[in-house]
């Protein structure tokens, strides 16, 4: 059986105060769907800014406010294009074989793979290791880390691939609708500006923010 899933890169955040956060291992992939609790959509939101949190002085964005939360906030509210460490994870649960997203890959490279199935055939996702999709007639293949001459690798067909690229999809608009009403009951006074800077995050369009509770 071949599983994917959209996962964020997430680090042990011990001191973290603004909003509750689930307990994580110093570093782990998160994957994003509606089956995530509030304390883990919180980690989400939470390691999304972190992955914009950018000093704005050295792009002319404006200051940081002084108030704790809207300093936190402020690079995933004001940067031009919000950025998600991330992608999608692919296991091959009858061997164990799992292909994971490199370094400097955004889980917004998701729609990458459409050009595997829909597009040119082929497409890789960051370095060391480096994650390469590519088509051959019916089939994909791929290999975990391209870099290696023996490297593992999946192969499974095209349809399979575009019916688990649909399913992750709709997990990362599950897991937005979640955000969505986790900033309108956490963050009310932010929740439309860091919905849409989420989904921008993840190339998605942006859902509809719940009325505050």
């Known amino acids: 059986m071949i599983v994917l899933q ?9 001191n973290f105060t603004l909003w509750p956060v689930a307990e994580s291992e110093a570093y782990c992939l998160l994957p994003l769907s ?16 972190e ?12 200051l940081r406010p002084a108030d704790p939360l809207g300093a936190f906030l402020h690079g995933l509210l004001t940067m031009d294009g919000t950025y998600a460490s991330g992608g999608l994870q692919v296991t091959d649960t009858a061997t164990g074989t799992t292909l994971l997203p490199g370094c400097c890959s955004g889980l917004a490279e998701w729609r990458s793979w459409l050009e595997v199935v829909d597009g040119n055939g082929r497409a890789s996702f960051g ?23 023996d490297s593992p690798a999946i192969e499974l067909p095209v349809t399979e691939l575009r019916r ?31 919905t849409a800077a989420l989904a921008a995050a993840l190339d998605m369009p942006a859902p509809a923010v719940p009325s505050k509770p």
Do not use: K
């Not at 992955?51 to 002319?60: A, R």
């Open 34 to 49: 509606s089956a995530l609790g509030p304390a883990e959509v919180g980690t989400a939101v939470m390691r999304i800014a």
């Open 51 to 62: 992955c914009n949190d950018i000093d704005p002085e050295v792009d002319g964005r404006p």
């Open 127 to 149: 370095h060391t290791p480096t994650p390469l999709a590519e088509r051959h007639g019916y089939w994909v293949r791929l290999t975990v880390d391209a870099e290696e001459d």
């Open 6 to 14: 959209p996962v964020l890169e997430v680090y042990a955040q011990d």
């Open 164 to 194: 688990l690229l649909a399913a992750a999809e709709r997990d990362l608009a599950d897991f937005l609708a979640l955000a969505a009403a986790w900033a309108a009951r956490t963050l009310p006074d932010h929740a439309a500006p860091v």
